[in-house]
């Protein structure tokens, strides 16, 4: 990687040195697993495998709030990948996302286990399988769908766009910073605009896409991603998304959606795994600190 700005890329890219930035140690060219490792599987109906990012926050927060309603089909065991170790390229963690990235979902309540993966197909799977947080009418069901697919097609400009070169790449550099930013704003404005208009994202109900969207966007504004980007974004001026975020925060499935595989962070809001709701009370790395 060139920190220069006289760079010519080469006729043909190959992979012969590392990229540099917090991530060098994982990136590669290559799909497949790199070990053999089986994962590990619970006593619940559904096995998650994920970290505590905002893609794997929307699933914890659905799966939290299907409990909430007294869906029990929707108990879980969520247990940690650590990405930044590897985890995601073990053979079996491959073998239930090809695409070796978090998080992924075993559905083990049928005659044969079913593997999920991408975010937003596991909350739409999860939204047929328990008739919640999907609309059936067809305009509003386009809509929500709309919508977690905005955050889908978004997102990586927020991430993988801002979020690399703002907090993670290995030099500042001024024109992808200002690109992204520049995008990352007019999301920001995008989602504001809508919010001034509708309580929730897709409309006056609670829904998947607000749990898809919030973790990213709601992350933004509440000033919990890219160290201090909620400042250098002036997030304070999209105030129906703060509006919005503050509203989901006050959902407790929400809360304990965020603690489930978090590993960053106050002691006592860090569930490494979750197997049982009583988990909340007596496993944060608070409590397991205490206990020797």
């Known amino acids: 990687m060139s920190d ?22 994982i990136n590669r060219p290559i ?11 619970g006593h619940h109906p559904l096995q998650l495998y994920s970290l505590g990012t905002p893609n794997g926050v929307k699933v914890t927060v659905m799966l939290e709030e299907l409990l909430a309603l007294g869906h029990s ?26 695409n070796s990235k978090i998080p992924a979902l075993v559905d083990r309540s049928g005659p044969a286990p079913i593997r999920v993966f991408e975010s937003g197909a596991i909350l739409v799977h999860l939204a047929e399988k328990f008739g919640a947080f999907l609309p059936t009418e067809t305009a509003a069901r386009a809509e929500c769908l709309s ?11 927020l991430g993988g766009g801002f979020g690399h070169f703002y907090a993670y790449a290995p030099t500042k550099m001024e024109y992808p910073i200002d690109r992204f930013s520049m995008e990352v704003k ?7 605009r809508r919010l ?3 309580e929730y994202v897709a409309g006056s109900d609670y829904t998947i896409a607000d749990m898809a969207i919030f973790p990213w966007y709601g ?6 991603l890219y ?18 975020a503050d509203q989901l925060l006050a959902r407790p499935a929400v809360r304990r959606g965020r603690m489930v595989n978090r590993v960053s962070g106050e002691p006592s809001s860090q569930l490494h795994e979750r197997h049982d709701a009583g988990d909340f009370e007596t496993r944060t790395q608070d409590k397991l600190a205490l206990q020797g």
């Not at 700005?5 to 991530?23: L, Q």
């Not at 919508?147 to 400009?157: D, K, N, T």
Request: charge should be negative.
């Open 147 to 157: 919508w977690l697919f905005w955050q889908m097609g978004s997102a990586p400009y």
């Open 196 to 198: 001034a208009e509708s």
């Open 31 to 41: 799909a497949g697993p790199t070990h053999d490792k089986d994962l590990p599987v």
């Open 4 to 25: 220069t700005t006289d760079y010519t890329p080469p006729k043909v890219w190959t992979w012969n040195k590392a990229n540099g930035g917090r991530f060098a140690s």
């Open 227 to 244: 160290g201090d980007s909620a400042t250098f974004l002036s997030v304070q001026d999209y105030k129906h998304v703060q509006r919005w």
């Open 186 to 192: 007019r999301q920001l404005d995008v989602l504001d």
């Open 219 to 224: 992350g933004l504004v509440k000033g919990w």
């Open 73 to 98: 089909g929707a108990e879980y065991d969520a247990w940690l990948i650590r990405i930044n170790e590897g985890d995601q390229f073990g053979s079996g963690f491959v073998g239930a996302n090809p």
